[in-house]
């Protein structure tokens, strides 16, 4: 890494070829719409965020995401809006079907 540079790797899409693949190239302005897709080792989307050029994407956010899949992966957990790592999990299963909202309140993911 350069400093001052992403600790990842980083490409242009001048042809908008990989755009054209993910459904975020604008074919009359000849450009990518920005994307950022989240993908897993298995090639898999997790997550995916596409906004026009005038909104810019949260850092924080991708990398919160990030934490979230990592840790549902090698824990089998879930995590719920806004969960941050430390911060409490759910146990999926039938018993949670539509009852999330009566064990975990937003505000456990600030605490």
């Given at each position: 890494m350069v400093a001052g540079g992403v600790p990842f790797p980083m490409l242009s899409d001048a042809g908008g070829r990989i755009g054209q693949?993910?459904?975020v190239y604008e074919e009359a302005a000849g450009v990518d719409i920005r994307g950022r897709f989240i993908i897993d080792p298995d090639?898999?989307?997790?997550?995916?965020?596409?906004?026009?050029?005038?909104?810019?994407?949260?850092?924080?956010?991708?990398?919160?995401?990030?934490k979230a899949f990592q840790h549902v992966v090698a824990t089998g957990e879930?995590?719920?809006?806004?969960w941050q790592?430390?911060?409490?999990?759910?146990?999926?299963?039938?018993?949670?079907?539509g009852k999330v909202w009566t064990v975990w309140k937003p505000e456990m993911a600030y605490e």
């Open positions: 693949v993910y459904g090639g898999a989307i997790r997550a995916m965020e596409v906004l026009t050029a005038e909104v810019g994407r949260n850092v924080s956010e991708l990398l919160r995401q990030i879930v995590t719920p809006s806004g790592p430390g911060k409490p999990t759910l146990t999926p299963g039938p018993d949670l079907v």
